[in-house]
């Protein structure tokens, strides 16, 4: 499994970006898909994720109402959609794909995700 994210730059505070990332070399829909963040001299920390189907996803506290989460599993990527960004946000972002076996929930521990993308740099200015 490959996993390939893009989307990261440098954006204003109060900006937005979209995030994405490609799997190839399995079934995408056979993963529930999360995003991870590392910050410079902290512990990767959870973002957001999305259960196989798409039903159901999850929020960090530090991000509800202003990321979404979703995924096309016809593109088999999935999307983070970032709104009213603060300086805060600026880290690196890694997509990460988790091999649940079901199909309406999805998992916070960075431990449950077997694959994970080579990280993008997002950096808000204030």
């Known amino acids: 499994v490959q996993l390939q994210a893009s989307g990261g730059g440098l954006v204003q505070a109060g900006g937005s970006l979209r995030l994405s990332c490609a799997l190839s070399?399995?079934?995408?829909?056979?993963?529930?898909m999360g995003w991870f963040r590392q910050a410079p001299g902290k512990e990767r920390e959870f973002v957001a994720a999305?259960?196989?189907?798409?039903?159901?996803?999850g929020y960090a506290d530090s991000v509800k109402g202003r990321f979404t989460i979703s995924r096309d599993n016809a593109k088999n990527t999935v999307y983070l959609q970032m709104n009213s960004l603060k300086p805060e946000d600026t880290a690196v972002y890694y997509c990460?794909?988790?091999?649940?076996?079901?199909?309406?929930?999805?998992?916070?521990?960075?431990?449950?995700?077997?694959?994970w993308g080579q990280g993008t740099l997002v950096t808000v200015s204030s």
């Open positions: 999305i259960s196989r189907g798409g039903g159901s996803t």
């Open positions: 070399g399995r079934t995408f829909s056979s993963y529930a």
């Open positions: 990460a794909a988790d091999p649940t076996l079901f199909r309406s929930t999805f998992r916070m521990g960075s431990y449950r995700y077997d694959y």
